[in-house]
Nanobody, 124 residues
Framework: QVQLVESGGGLVQAGGSLRLSCAAS????????VGWFRQPPGKEREFVAG????????DYADSVKGRFTISRDSAKNTVSLQMDSLNPEDTAIYSC?????????????????WGQGTQVIVSS
């Protein structure tokens, strides 16, 4: 079992920044990948960004490319999502997910463990 806890969500004005963190604990074995997903109000959950356990590979949805940066601290078992130039369309519940495979996946069903999520609200 792997437990994931997100933090860092909140309310921010358009153009602002937030940094989300995902702390993982439990039976964590290499290789693995971690993804960030979000679910806007009234919409389906969508892939945001992913990173491999080594940190050598990352992937971003087109909607956040150039504005969001995913990174990991393997010593602390944390994955962060730096979100800059936020706009109201980024408003959503953001969740991190853990996958027991080396490659990043964009489908939520390919992940094995999920955090509870953290709310991000971007005001115009």
């Amino acid at each position: 079992q792997v437990q994931l806890v997100e933090s860092g969500g909140g309310l921010v004005q358009a153009g602002g920044s937030l940094r989300l963190s995902c702390a993982a604990s439990g039976r964590i074995f290499n290789p693995y990948a971690v993804g960030w997903f979000r679910q806007p109000p009234g919409k389906e959950r969508e892939f945001v960004a992913g990173i491999t356990w080594s940190g050598r590979a990352t992937d971003y949805a087109d909607s956040v490319k150039g504005r969001f940066t995913i990174s990991r601290d393997s010593a602390k078992n944390t994955v962060s999502l730096q979100m800059d130039s936020l706009n109201p369309e980024d408003t959503a519940i953001y969740s991190c997910a853990f996958r027991k495979f080396a490659n990043i996946a964009r489908r939520s069903r390919d992940y094995d463990y999920w955090g509870q999520g953290t709310q991000v609200i971007v005001s115009s």
